[in-house]
């Protein structure tokens, strides 16, 4: 999982002094930075989690921000941390209280990525920024009707999606991180780094760890101060309980990719290998690896079958690519296949807000 951590002096979140507003300009500018750490540990698109904050808070002003700490109007709903009681959609209704705007931002992603109705969401490209408005009004996060076209108008107003593309160059290592960013603990993203004698290597973009003997899903997690729900989700097994590793086992700490990398366009299936392997070989989704070959889920190729990992196999089988370029990679980049890699990798009006409905 790649993390890049703001100086500590920055991450003091205060609220800004009493009669005095923030600007649009000057909540992105507090809070991009910890909108792109969380697209990096996610994949929530900053662009839209910086949107959300903005139209639900009047840009970091409305009391729930600046009493509550809570930048996306979550309410209770079963919730044991601390509480803040303001008026919505009833008189006095309960909303969780934060301890800082980090704190939300993290329960934010936390709430988006452990509710089911917006699994799909994460299957959409990284950049989609336009997929994502429209697919959280689509799944009921809010109950204005114009919800993902205010979001849509705040980022591109703004251009917020250049803070999507900026992770993705920062994550597949084309552009150096912002000076005010830096690389902490386990969360970077540099090949080989080391903590706490645990090796993060790099494969596909993506951060992996190899298991050791006698290391387990809660120990790797607790030792990476990782989520419970980050492993099993990252490597395709998050409905899998009790599951034992194995010595030399990759796992993942990153959400893998849609793809391969493009130097590796197919792969010829050895003697014993499942789609899970190829999966997790490649750094692909599983599910995406049997979309990529339009397969059934749970199908199983046969030895000597050639895949496809980056290009979708039409429907007739004949776009498998056959040439030694294909199968063994090329140093040389089509102008196509930058374009893929580029595709995988203030309002007075109040919205209506109850995500827990």
Not at 63 to 69: D, E, F, R
Not at 139 to 155: N, P, V
Not at 228 to 246: Q, S, V
Request: proline share 3%; charged share 35%.
């Amino acid at each position: 999982m790649i993390k890049y951590l703001i100086p500590l002096f920055l991450l003091t979140f205060t609220m800004p002094a009493s009669g005095q507003k923030l600007s649009r300009e000057a909540y992105i500018n507090k809070y991009k930075q910890l909108a792109q750490e969380e697209m990096l540990r996610t994949g929530i698109p900053a662009s839209i989690k910086m949107a959300q904050g903005m139209l639900e808070t009047g840009n970091g002003n409305s009391t729930l921000a600046q009493k509550g700490n809570n930048h996306f109007g979550i309410k209770c709903h079963g919730w044991k941390g601390r509480k803040i009681y303001h008026d919505d959609d009833a008189k006095g209704e309960c909303f969780r209280k934060y301890k800082s705007a980090e704190d939300s931002y993290h329960d934010h992603s936390e709430f988006l990525t452990n509710t089911p109705r917006y699994k799909e969401l994460f299957e959409l490209k990284e950049d989609d920024y336009k997929g994502w408005a429209k697919g959280l009004k689509k799944s009921g996060y809010a109950t204005s009707r114009t919800y993902d076209k205010r979001l849509i108008q705040i980022i591109e107003e703004n251009n917020l999606q250049a803070l999507d593309k900026e992770v993705i160059a920062m994550r597949d290592g084309d552009k150096k991180p912002d000076k005010a960013v830096v690389y902490a603990s386990v969360k970077s993203h540099t090949s080989g780094f080391v903590t706490d004698e645990k090796s993060i290597n790099n494969k596909n973009g993506i951060n992996y760890v190899v298991v050791k003997k006698g290391e387990t899903v809660p120990s790797i997690t607790e030792k990476l101060e990782l989520f419970k729900w980050e492993i099993p989700k990252y490597n395709d097994f998050e409905h899998i309980e009790d599951l034992t590793l194995e010595a030399g086992q990759i796992l993942y700490i990153q959400p893998k990719r849609n793809k391969a990398d493009r130097k590796h366009k197919t792969h010829q299936v050895q003697k014993g290998e499942d789609m899970y392997a190829i999966s997790q070989q490649y750094g692909i989704k599983l599910k995406k690896l049997y979309k990529l070959n339009r397969m059934e889920m749970d199908e199983q190729p046969e030895a000597g079958e050639v895949l496809n990992l980056r290009k979708k196999r039409d429907r007739d089988g004949d776009g498998i690519e056959l040439s030694l370029s294909a199968l063994f990679g090329s140093d040389k980049q089509t102008e196509k296949d930058k374009k893929e890699d580029s595709e995988s990798i203030d309002s007075d009006v109040k919205v209506v807000f109850d995500p827990d409905e």
